[in-house]
């Protein structure tokens, strides 16, 4: 199974194709479109790696962008004894949610991708006249 080291808003993030990640929100994207990663520090699979030095030239990624959004309120409060003061703060860190697809080597090769997801779809059976009898 092939893996790679992606860095992006800060952090560096171990993906593997198929994988659904809370990542740092991207700048003007909109949902169900393609994210392109080319920061990629490391990738290989089990038997052997490619380091870069920072990064690798020519390694990328592709993902899908599922959603962006914000995390659970954290609250933040300060109080200072015997001095009548606090103060009470809220934080809701906003995230974008994406799934990786395809991880491609240096020279072009795709690695490892996903398999496609298909949408579950619902259907509703009609209540005809004769049922009901």
């Given amino acids: 199974m092939s893996y790679a080291v992606i860095q992006t808003g800060g952090k560096q993030y171990k993906v593997v194709s ?3 990640l809370k990542i740092e929100r991207l700048p003007n994207s909109k949902p169900d479109t393609k994210i ?14 490619e380091i870069g030095s920072p990064v690798v ?3 990328r990624v592709e993902a899908n962008l599922i959603k962006n959004s914000k995390n659970r309120t954290i609250l933040i409060f300060k109080k200072r004894r015997r001095q009548n003061s606090r103060r009470k703060n809220g934080h809701r860190q906003q995230y974008s949610m ?3 697809n395809k991880i ?3 020279d072009g090769k795709i690695l490892s991708e996903a398999k496609e997801v ?3 779809t619902k259907t509703v059976a009609k209540d005809t006249k ?3 009898k």
């Fill in 36 to 49: 392109e990663f080319k920061e990629i520090l490391a990738y290989g699979n089990e038997k052997e790696i």
């Fill in 104 to 106: 491609f080597s240096k």
């Fill in 57 to 59: 030239q020519g390694a």
């Fill in 130 to 132: 004769e049922n009901k």
């Fill in 18 to 20: 198929g994988e659904i």
């Fill in 118 to 120: 298909s949408k579950a």
């Fill in 98 to 100: 994406i799934r990786i």
